[in-house]
C-alpha cells in the first residue's frame, strides 16, 4: 500500500524559512516523480512543485520560484521542500503526492504551514 | 501560462446527472485528470487520461474531452457525492501542471 506521510509544517513568522518533508512507502521511491500541491484555507489546489525520480529536473510554480527548493534523498524515501522567506499567501496545507504520467493517484494527509506574527 | 476553467459552483437534486466543464485553450491536445476532494480530506484521483477510471471509482464517474472543453459526468448522483471537483492537466509548454479553480457539487 502507497503511505505518503507529510511533516514539518507550524507557525513562522513572514520572512521565516521551513522545511516541510514527505516520507515514502509502498513502492519503488526511485521509479517515481514526486509533487508538491497546497491549498489556501477555503481555496482550490494549487501545484508548487515537482521533482523527477532521481532529482535532475526541479519545477516551480511562479509564484513560488526564487523562494522554494525541491529535493528528494532517495536512500531515505523523502521528498523535502525547503521554504525561504515566507509570505502570508504561502498559508496553506501542503499535500505530498506521487506523480504517476501527469497525474497524482496517490495523496498524503497534508501538513497545515501557517504564516503570521 | 495555460488556464482552466470551471464553474464554481453545480447543485442538482439526487438521481440526476451532474456535468462539470473544464475549459482550456485546445484541451483536447492534452490528457485531463478529475480529483474529488471532501472536507479535510485529501484529494482523491476520480478520472485519469480524459476517459479512465482507477480501480474502486464506481462506473457512474466519467469524463471526455473534446475541443475547448473537458467535461465529467456523474450519472444517477448520490448526496456522497458532494464534493469539490478539481481538473488537472500538465501543460508541456511550460513545464508545469494545472488546476482548474474547482466546482463545488451541491446535492439538493
Known amino acids: 500500500e502507497v503511505q505518503l506521510l507529510e511533516s514539518g509544517g507550524g507557525l513562522v513568522q513572514p520572512g521565516g524559512s521551513l522545511r516541510l518533508s514527505c516520507a515514502a512507502s509502498g513502492f519503488t521511491f526511485t521509479s517515481s516523480a514526486m509533487t508538491w500541491v497546497r491549498q489556501a484555507p477555503g481555496k482550490g489546489l494549487e501545484w508548487v512543485s515537482s521533482i523527477s525520480a532521481f532529482g535532475e529536473g526541479t519545477y516551480y510554480a511562479d509564484s513560488v520560484k526564487g523562494r522554494f527548493t525541491i529535493s528528494r534523498d532517495n536512500s531515505k524515501n523523502t521528498v523535502y521542500l525547503q521554504m525561504k522567506t515566507l509570505r502570508a499567501e504561502d498559508t496553506a496545507v501542503y499535500f505530498c503526492?506521487?506523480?504517476?504520467?501527469?497525474?497524482?493517484?496517490?495523496w498524503g494527509q497534508g501538513t497545515l504551514v501557517t504564516v503570521s506574527s | 501560462s495555460y488556464v482552466l476553467t470551471q464553474p464554481p459552483s453545480v447543485s442538482l437534486a439526487p438521481g440526476k446527472t451532474a456535468s462539470i466543464p473544464c475549459g482550456g485553450n485546445n484541451i483536447e491536445t492534452k490528457s485531463v485528470h478529475w480529483y474529488q476532494q471532501k472536507p479535510g480530506q485529501a484529494p482523491v484521483l476520480i478520472v485519469y487520461d480524459d476517459t479512465d477510471r482507477p480501480s474502486g471509482i464506481p462506473e457512474r464517474f466519467s469524463g471526455s474531452n473534446s475541443g475547448n472543453t473537458a467535461t465529467l459526468t456523474i450519472n444517477r448522483v448520490e448526496a456522497g457525492d458532494e464534493a469539490d471537483y478539481y481538473c488537472?492537466?500538465?501543460?508541456?509548454?511550460?513545464?508545469?501542471?494545472?488546476f482548474g479553480g474547482g466546482t463545488k457539487l451541491t446535492v439538493l
Open positions: 488537472q492537466v500538465w501543460d508541456n509548454g511550460s513545464d508545469h501542471v494545472v
Open positions: 503526492a506521487k506523480d504517476t504520467q501527469e497525474y497524482f493517484h496517490h
